[in-house]
């Protein structure tokens, strides 16, 4: 008798992980923004869990670096300052500016290949109206607009963002919902990889320096504390050239 081929079934998500992915949920669609507190009783009773499974939650989510525990306020949202954005943006943006010296015009079909698919999925994201997945799946097109260079190293690096990254996106998507649905996002997107398949570096450089990532940076330092003389100075520049 031969072996049987079927696939394994894999057991259903425990409370204690479904209550953790509604929990990023609320971070990455900036429902949850940097610094808020969770409060277990409000969010408890919005998830529908008891309180074991959401404080279990919580306890993956801190190990993810998602929140951490202050013993005056309980848990937050993992805060950030004015000058932790000015690092995470400025690296950011050379980093990909690096990827794209390097790798546009792209020589591999399948790196090209994968940013599509990464499109593909971001679109659908957009479509189905959810922001969370949209944050994630802007970050994970992003990450393939990188991999075009071919440079593992490089890629590393920016991956290594990737926690800080995406709740910069989220306040980002927060700040642009009044203009921008979650398609026009998609759309902003679609643009970048247009000029990808086009072999345009320059063009992929003007789009990424205009690619409206840093909307949220208009208010950010009235929401933020801890801006020191390289972050305001930056902040400074970025909204005059954001004006202008």
């Known amino acids: 008798m031969s072996a049987p081929s079927g696939r394994p079934i894999e057991a259903p998500p425990s409370i ?3 209550a953790a992915s509604a929990l990023r949920k609320m971070i990455f669609s900036g429902e949850l923004r940097p610094g808020d507190r969770v409060v277990e009783n409000q969010v408890a009773s919005v998830l529908g869990v008891s309180k074991p499974p959401l404080r279990e939650a919580l306890r993956v ?3 993810e670096g998602l929140v951490v525990r202050s013993p005056r306020r309980g848990v937050v949202v993992t805060p950030l300052t004015l000058h932790d954005v ?3 943006v400025t690296l950011r943006h050379d980093l990909e500016r690096l990827a794209v010296d390097l790798g546009v015009p792209c020589r591999a079909p399948e790196r090209i290949e994968r940013c599509r698919e990464a499109y593909a999925d971001l679109e659908r994201a957009a479509q189905d109206g959810d922001a969370a997945a949209v944050t994630e799946r802007g970050f994970a097109f992003h990450v393939a607009v990188v991999g075009l260079a071919g440079h593992g190293r490089l890629e590393e690096s920016y991956r290594a963002l990737a926690l800080q990254l995406r709740l910069c996106m989220a306040m980002n998507r927060r700040a642009r919902r009044s203009h ?6 998609a759309l902003r997107h679609r643009r970048i990889l247009e000029l990808v398949e086009a072999g345009d570096a320059t063009a992929v450089h003007d789009e990424l320096a205009h690619h409206g990532d840093r909307t949220f940076l208009l208010e950010v330092d009235k929401a933020f ?3 020191s003389p390289e972050s305001l100075a930056w902040l400074e520049r970025v909204r005059r050239q954001e004006a202008g």
């Open 225 to 227: 504390p801890g801006g």
């Open 61 to 63: 989510l801190e190990l």
């Open 86 to 88: 000015y690092e995470i």
């Open 180 to 185: 921008e649905t979650l398609v026009g996002d």
């Open 16 to 18: 204690t992980q479904l």
